[in-house]
């Protein structure tokens, strides 16, 4: 029925679409002005509005770099309370910086993690600040042309292509697909993990790639869940009752690993980046109470968590869980990926 209704929304498409294109055009005449770096900026975008796993490939990127440059990422910071340039700190939170860019900063303490809406001012001043940067990684960055990244990695979701969606409200993209042409790395994510030849070689070919690009496939993967305060970790199997916690644009990856590996699940559906009240607080709780299981739990992915962590203090006795998740590369292509990054970085190294 849903799909339907966004159907009839496709006149509203064609003209965003061609806003969309009539941008595009203009920057690639340089009637729109837009900048390079003399420096190893890399992008990790996609065309289509979120759900295609950039948090996680972001944090591959990070700890492929980490140990061998000085590494920082930038955000723009989506829905933090505050405005302008601004690197993560001790005392910073989500709502300081936004919920993935918080994300990095716990997870990766040693690097440096900043946001600012214009990613034009904002690289002078990141590099200004840490001076001792060797590489940035622009989280989300790809249709915001005014910088050009020197290596653009684009990802799109397996069960939802972009060479087979339509332009937003009637579809997903909010690009149009001929932007495709611009990236470097084609990333093909939450693939089955069964994915044959025959099948990576007909997408391939429906993505139409350049000469200078290189397509890669990729599977989620859940680690064991850890909690959100003690940090502690936990099993999860066919006895467990669980209750998802779930503000991220597309659950249904995380949805059907628990149709598989617990006994049962309900699911507490939030909007992308919800911001956790305590209303949502008390409802979670009932939720949880209403579970007839002596084999219960509460489960959350990593960017609803570092919202939820505000209220340690009313939810640290509670059995809230971490479900931490990672890219796979299939084929065993994942050498290839790295030394291409690599060899990118490097190549700015005196």
Not at 96 to 115: L, N, S
Request: charged share 25%.
């Amino acid at each position: 029925m849903l799909k339907s209704f966004r159907y009839l929304l496709f006149p509203f498409s064609l003209i965003y679409g061609a806003v969309i294109w009539i941008r595009n055009w203009m920057f690639d005449k340089k009637i729109l002005k837009s900048a390079a770096f003399n420096f190893p900026i890399i992008c990790v975008g996609n065309l289509a509005a979120g759900g295609t796993g950039k948090t996680p490939m972001t944090e591959y990127l990070v700890e492929l770099l980490q140990d061998k440059f000085k590494t920082a990422t930038l955000s723009r910071g989506y829905k933090r309370k505050t405005k302008g340039f601004a690197i993560a700190n001790t005392r910073t939170t989500a709502l300081d910086i936004g919920d993935e860019p918080m994300q990095f900063h716990e997870k990766f303490p040693h690097i440096t993690v900043a946001v600012g809406e214009e990613r034009l001012v904002a690289i002078p001043q990141l590099l200004h600040d840490k001076p001792d940067t060797q590489v940035i990684i622009l989280d989300d960055a790809f249709q915001h042309r005014t910088v050009r990244a020197g290596l653009n990695i684009i990802l799109t979701d397996f069960k939802n292509l972009y060479s087979r969606d339509l332009m937003l409200p009637a579809g997903d993209l909010r690009d149009v697909k001929a932007s495709a042409k611009r990236a470097d790395i084609i990333i093909v994510t939450k693939c089955k993990s069964d994915l044959s030849l025959e099948e990576k070689e007909a997408i391939t070919k429906e993505l139409r790639l350049k000469s200078h690009q290189q397509i890669f496939f990729t599977e989620i993967l859940y680690a064991q869940p850890y909690h959100l305060f003690h940090r502690a970790t936990t099993n999860i199997d066919q006895t467990t009752d669980s209750l998802l916690l779930c503000g991220i644009a597309n659950p249904r990856p995380l949805m059907e690993f628990l149709a598989t590996h617990v006994r049962s699940y309900d699911m507490l559906r939030y909007p992308d980046h919800h911001i956790f009240t305590s209303d949502d607080l008390k409802d979670i709780k009932k939720h949880f109470e209403k579970i007839p299981s002596g084999n219960k739990l509460i489960l959350t992915t990593e960017k609803d968590a570092v919202r939820l962590q505000k209220y340690e203090a009313e939810l640290e006795n509670f059995p809230l869980y971490v479900m931490p998740i990672r890219h796979s590369f299939l084929f065993n292509e994942g050498f290839m990926f790295n030394n291409r990054v690599l060899a990118f970085v490097k190549q700015f190294q005196s």
